[in-house]
């Protein structure tokens, strides 16, 4: 990007040198790697206010699309990393009670606000089966599939 | 619990599901091994499903057999072969050849890139899960 811009004539009264700048371009199109090393998606748009950049908006797939603070974003160079792992993600992961037993998939989210903070999982085991509400304190495990700490019934 | 309740059967354990301590579905369970001299039960065979190896797994990997699934109380080190390797900036370093394992955990990775071998030690690797993902400064000695 750098070179390309270096032929660039400036037309500024306090700019000299327009190399240091980031580029949207650099942004947009990257791919999103979670904390696990899970891609999620493509930065799909940058949001900005004249105090620069508060996010993206990452695509996952057609209809999947997301919106991911710039506090999230650990480093955007080759791949635009993230220092966490988006709670989003855990619907349609497994469920086990700590019997080994399968609960359902998680089929919604609730969380603190609009923030990463889990407060509970709604999970069911069939499309018609009543929803079983999990709160976080119920969870051991939360990464590929999710394990309860108690038996549910 | 009564001693009753406390005895299964093989099929309350063939066609589960191996649960890794990370909740990966493994595979399903497929053999029994048994030690025909004192009649033990000695590990399980895991079918991970097509154009991969069945995988055997020691008694000491099983954490516990539950109603729906068998619960490992390790991750097998197999399960990281395979697994892409990215820098702290997501720049792609190869991919996992062989783990070197000391105690069933991981000591240091071989990973394959442009047909030259690297050596990484736990140490400098800060991620593994979908992908291992390495620290900042990490080092990387070729072989």
């Known amino acids: ?153 | 619990m009564d001693s009753k309740d406390k005895i299964i059967t093989s099929d309350d354990i063939l066609g589960k599901d191996a649960v890794d301590p990370d909740g990966q579905i493994l595979g399903v369970v497929t053999k029994l091994h048994i030690n025909k001299e004192n009649k033990q039960l000695v590990g399980i065979t895991i079918d991970e499903g097509f154009m991969k190896p069945n995988l055997f797994l020691g008694m000491n990997f099983v954490k516990n057999f539950g109603v729906d699934s068998v619960f490992l109380s390790q991750i097998p080190i197999t399960k990281y072969v395979g697994l892409k390797v990215y820098d702290s900036n997501g720049k792609y370093i190869g991919t996992v050849k062989k783990v070197i394992p000391k105690r069933h955990k991981v000591l240091s990775i071989e990973i394959t890139h442009n047909m030259k071998r690297y050596v990484v030690t736990s140490g400098d690797i800060k991620e593994i899960g979908v992908s291992v993902i390495l620290k900042e400064n990490y080092k990387m000695d070729e072989l």
Request: net charge positive; aromatic share 8%; hydrophobic share 40%.
């Open chain 1, 1 to 153: 990007m750098g070179d390309k811009r270096e032929k660039i004539d400036i037309v500024s009264p306090r700019e000299t040198n327009i190399l240091k700048f980031e580029s949207m371009k650099d942004y947009i199109g990257k791919n999103v790697v979670s904390k696990s090393g899970e891609h999620i998606g493509s930065i799909l748009d940058v949001l900005f206010t004249n105090k620069g950049v508060h996010g993206m908006i990452v695509s996952k797939g057609f209809f999947s699309k997301y919106y991911v603070d710039r506090t999230y974003f650990n480093t955007i160079k080759e791949k635009a990393m993230l220092s966490m792992d988006p709670i989003l993600l855990l619907v349609k992961k497994v469920v086990f009670d700590s019997d080994g037993k399968r609960l359902g998939k998680v089929v919604r989210i609730k969380r603190k606000g609009k923030t990463n903070e889990l407060e509970a999982l709604v999970v069911k085991k069939r499309f018609y089966s009543k929803p079983i509400e999990i709160p976080k304190s119920a969870i051991d495990v939360m990464k590929k599939n999710i394990i309860l700490n108690k038996k549910f019934e």
